[in-house]
């Protein structure tokens, strides 16, 4: 496990580097922002610590830089106890967790474990559901028959075989599938209806059930 | 009345059987665009199989190549095919063929949905057509195989690319060539299912 670390305090990033490389993780300490943006794109990191109040660069702008270029590296962040504000705006800007300061090392090793396990399931290449076989990587899914899906697809795909026990509104799907990108209901349906159809295409045992405007759920047949 | 070659008496019947049928397929599909507005098919093609390429089938097959052989061994010595826009207007083609008078199924494939493992899509057909004319075990009506092969336009391109391949002798990265493939003919049918989705959405909203 690398981990990239930035903060300002001398004496905590050197007490903190320490500790997680008794415990088995690769470091790469910095002290600031920029530091922290540089590394990431140069190097790749299982999972990122920054700290919120740093010099030249602070991390939650260090954070949405990262993200800006595309990476998921899941992210944890380490701010003051009363910045309410700053706790928000970093979990906005892309981060995936925070702790506040102090911290104990046990919560901080914890925490990076628990990234560490989602991670795992970010990077599921092949999900199934009765004879459903959907390749993330590849943007396939296969059953009988083999049909490539667009990148959108691959996402509602995954979210609904992510929630095959209930029922994911419109709302649920535009949150989860289309972040905050301009789109409505009917572009819900209009996607649902693509995967209906390639679902049937590729003779999958498996449809999404629900109407136009009402809740959608895959179910096996 | 020309009797040489491989299908020698019969070539001429061939020949007619072919232009009833592709004829008939032109009748249902002037009727369908009549009451539709819309073509049922985007073109239609037609060969009698050369006979040399029918020489090579029935060697393959370790059979004579003579004219009863090449008559009853050989499915596809008529060969029809019908290239359509959209997915839909192919079982709607097939179900229309099924209809003509005079014409059985012997056996059709469902390729399109259940692609061969290249990633090949079509639907086929082998028809058993009777004529009026005597066919090669001396029977009146004389009956005769006709194929047809349907499919998408998308599907009549990847098939093209296909074909160029299997008759090369050495192509170089093969490998990766027909994984690409196979990856196209995916990536095809996937396009050819939305449009047919969209279609039907926007049929749905008039």
Known sequence: MKILFAEDETDLREVVTAYLEYQGYHVKAVSNGREAVENAASDAYDTLVLDVMMPEMDGVTAIRKIRETGNTTPAIFLTAKAEVADRVEGLDAGADDYLTKPFSMEELSARLRALGRRKREYKVRVMCFGNLELDTEASEIRALNTIGLAHREVRLLSCLLANTDREMTAEDLLKEVWNNEPADAETVWMYVSFLKAKLQSVQANVTIEGDRNHSFRLKEF | ?206
């Open chain 2, 1 to 206: 009345m020309a009797q040489t070659g491989l299908y020698g008496f019969f070539r001429e019947t061939m020949q007619q059987i072919m232009n009833r049928m592709t004829g008939q397929i032109e009748e249902y599909g002037r009727a369908y665009e009549a009451a539709h507005g819309e073509k049922l098919y985007e073109h239609l093609i037609c060969r009698i199989k050369s006979e040399e390429s029918a020489r090579e089938k029935l060697c393959r097959l370790g059979q004579t190549a003579d004219t009863w052989h090449a008559l009853r061994s050989i499915t596809d010595t008529i060969g029809i095919r019908i290239v359509c826009l959209f997915i839909d207007d192919v079982y709607e083609n097939v179900r229309q063929i099924k209809s003509i008078p005079g014409c059985s199924v012997v056996r059709e494939k469902d390729y399109i949905h259940n692609a061969k493992p290249n990633g090949y899509r079509s639907y086929h057909m082998i028809l058993e057509v009777e004529a009026d004319e005597p066919d090669v075990d001396g029977n009146t009506p004389g009956h005769y195989y006709v194929e047809i092969q349907l499919r998408t336009i998308a599907m009549d391109t990847w098939a093209a690319l296909e074909h160029e391949i299997k008759y090369k002798k050495s192509i170089e990265n093969q490998e990766l060539i027909i994984q690409e493939l196979r990856r196209c003919a995916n990536e095809l049918a996937a396009c050819d299912v939305s449009m047919q989705t969209l279609k039907r959405i926007i049929r749905e909203g008039e």
